[in-house]
């Protein structure tokens, strides 16, 4: 089957990464001849025209102009720097408003593959959008949870800088193959990294970040593979 547009969300706490990867992942996308399209975040552009962050009662409307950029496109391959759910999750973690999820999650259901990005790069700051490494967290407990609640699957992205690419590249042929038998050419280049993505995660993760399989939905796979690693490395010592 073959689907004339195929949307692609990366979701997350600030300074995870979203554009940086967005742009990475259009541009490797075009490297094998299919077109992709990397869509900006409104919010960012919004906050440099305004000079101040937005209000409660403006949000709704970013996540309408958020979600008209990503849906307006009915052709090849969307890269979307974050969506409407992001903006509902910052509403409910900032000003306890939680009226935004509904329309957001459905949106979301909308996306072919969804990626969060997990919470090991540092944390840089940005101008006005950022409020500091404290927030991450509980804005990823929000996210995992409304994405939980709607049922919606998602993948967590680590790594650093080629290696983050690498897993983005990964997570998306295993989410897209049933859908996009072109993507199904390109398989054997993105096995050729998994080694190196099976590495980064496990030098990030041995005995340094705590699990949180009971914020994630996909907890079988970023557990199991860290589990079975540490165990190797036991077994060697």
Not at 5 to 22: D, F, M, P
Not at 157 to 169: F, H, T, V
Not at 218 to 233: N, R
Request: hydrophobic share 45%; with cysteine.
């Amino acid at each position: 089957m073959q689907s004339d547009v195929i949307r692609i969300a990366l979701l997350g706490a600030e300074s995870t990464g979203k554009t940086s990867l967005s742009l990475g992942i259009a541009q490797a996308l075009q490297a094998m001849g299919l077109p992709a399209m990397a869509v900006p975040e409104v919010l960012r552009e919004w906050c440099d025209a305004k000079g101040r962050t937005p209000l409660a009662h403006e949000q709704a409307d970013i996540a309408q102009q958020q979600a008209q950029r990503i849906f307006s496109i009915a052709k090849g391959w969307v890269i979307a720097d974050t969506s409407p759910v992001m903006t509902a999750v910052y509403s409910d973690f900032i000003f306890q408003d939680k009226s935004l999820y509904a329309n957001a999650l459905t949106q979301q259901t909308q996306f072919d593959v969804t990626l969060v990005m997990g919470l090991d790069i540092a944390w840089q700051a940005d101008g006005l959008q950022r409020d500091g490494a404290h927030v991450r967290e509980p804005v990823d407990t929000l996210l995992r949870q409304a994405l939980s609640s709607a049922s919606i699957p998602f993948k967590v992205i680590y790594g650093q800088s080629d290696a983050r690419l690498n897993a983005a590249l990964l997570a998306i042929q295993e989410g897209v193959a049933h859908i996009n038998s072109e993507l199904g050419q390109h398989l054997s280049s993105f096995k050729s990294v998994q080694a190196q993505r099976e590495f980064s995660q496990y030098g990030l993760n041995r005995g340094k970040t705590a699990w949180r399989c009971d914020l994630c939905s996909d907890a079988d796979c970023e557990h199991k593979l860290f589990s079975d690693l540490l165990k190797a490395d036991g077994a060697m010592k």
